[in-house]
């Protein structure tokens, strides 16, 4: 059941969840809305409600599902206009309507997401742009170079709030969008200067047309076929070791992949992700290289990881990486059918992981 059918006291969806419900998109994994309320009212009605001390969020409801985020209000004219248009529509959840009090209907279809007609009061904060880059990566709004420019950042941001932000953004539908966002003000330099460094690091042109190990890690994103929070996260962070790799006569990125799977971890452990989810992070990052490999080596050297849960996303990892190079899609192929040949044989009684016949192993 959705959260918000625990709720009575009249509530609106706006922001992303709004727009989930007017472009008819699966919602998110974070929801958010305002209660016309106090926080007392808010205890009585529902159940399972916490309070995450955010600045623009007085309660939650954690699901196993998601999280559904809300602002108490007195009223709706209490709600102040936010300077990115398409932020003021809400949509009233128990009558089933949208409420568009300030006429920015014209505007949902707009390619750009640009904060036009200002009110003089109205002003461009560190919380605006955290609300762009959601916004464009999840319903894929372009952004206007205004919103680009380096900024001074002063907020403080908690661990649950970049939680939000990172979810938000790796599960949209454009994710790139939000990122660059996101690079370009100085956000990630300033708050996740780990990831900073990719974008400093270079690829050799001939592997990596797409650019740097930032944009590599960007473009691996289009290639995705679900916006799954695991996947996607492990895409961004595949590489995140390159910048602290030594470079050696054999090898660009020397044990690239052991480096970025610590710092992935230590990273999501940070923005306080389940231990579960970190985890299954770091063995993605760890063995994203492998199953490049697993067609020529020794099954003996490969079925621990191939025996995983998650290898099937090891191989939708690995494509994504190839299909954003110049390499092709062969290996992947070759992958899959070293993958099915093992299941295949694993799952026969009469046959060792390599395929041979047990009777002849120690009969002969």
Not at 83 to 107: C, H, I, T, W
Not at 153 to 178: C, F, N, Y
Not at 245 to 263: L, M, N, P, S, Y
């Amino acid at each position: 059941m959705n959260s918000l059918d625990h709720i009575s006291l009249p509530h609106y969806l706006l922001g992303s969840s709004a727009l989930d419900r007017y472009f008819r998109r699966t919602p998110g994994r974070n929801q958010y809305a305002l209660v016309i309320g106090d926080l007392v009212e808010l205890a009585r009605d529902a159940s399972g409600v916490s309070y995450p001390g955010l600045e623009d969020w007085d309660a939650a409801i954690h699901t196993g599902s998601g999280s559904l985020y809300l602002r108490c209000v007195d009223s709706l004219s209490a709600v102040p206009w936010h300077p990115l248009p398409v932020m003021n529509f809400l949509y009233n959840a128990q009558e089933r309507s949208f409420v568009d009090r300030f006429g920015v209907y014209r505007k949902l279809r707009d390619s750009t997401l640009a904060p036009a007609d200002l009110p003089e009061r109205a002003e461009i904060t560190d919380s605006t742009i955290l609300d762009a880059a959601a916004i464009a990566a999840r319903h894929g709004y372009a952004v206007p170079r205004s919103l680009l420019a380096k900024r001074s950042w002063k907020m403080q941001l908690t661990a649950e709030h970049a939680r939000m932000l990172w979810t938000d953004i790796v599960t949209g539908g454009s994710p790139w969008l939000g990122l660059e966002l996101l690079m370009e003000s100085g956000f990630i330099e300033q708050y996740w200067p780990k990831l900073a460094r990719m974008n400093d690091t270079q690829h050799a042109k001939e592997f990596h047309p797409e650019g740097n190990v930032w944009q590599h890690s960007l473009e691996t994103l289009r290639y995705r076929k679900t916006s799954d929070p695991l996947l996607s996260s492990a895409l961004l962070l595949h590489d995140c070791g390159k910048p602290f790799a030594e470079r050696t006569a054999q090898r660009a990125f020397d044990r690239h992949a052991e480096i970025g799977a610590t710092i992935a971890r230590d990273f999501l452990a940070g923005l306080e992700f389940p231990r579960e989810f970190t985890e299954d992070v770091w063995f993605l990052v760890r063995n994203h290289m492998l199953p490049g490999l697993v067609s020529q080596l020794p099954i003996y050297r490969t079925q621990h990881v191939m025996r995983s849960k998650l290898f099937p996303l090891l191989l939708e990892l690995y494509r994504c990486d190839l299909s954003s190079t110049y390499r092709g899609p062969d290996g992947y192929y070759r992958a899959c059918r070293t993958y099915r040949a093992f299941l295949k044989n694993t799952e026969n009684p009469f046959r060792t992981p390599e395929g041979r016949k047990l009777v002849q192993l120690y009969v002969e």
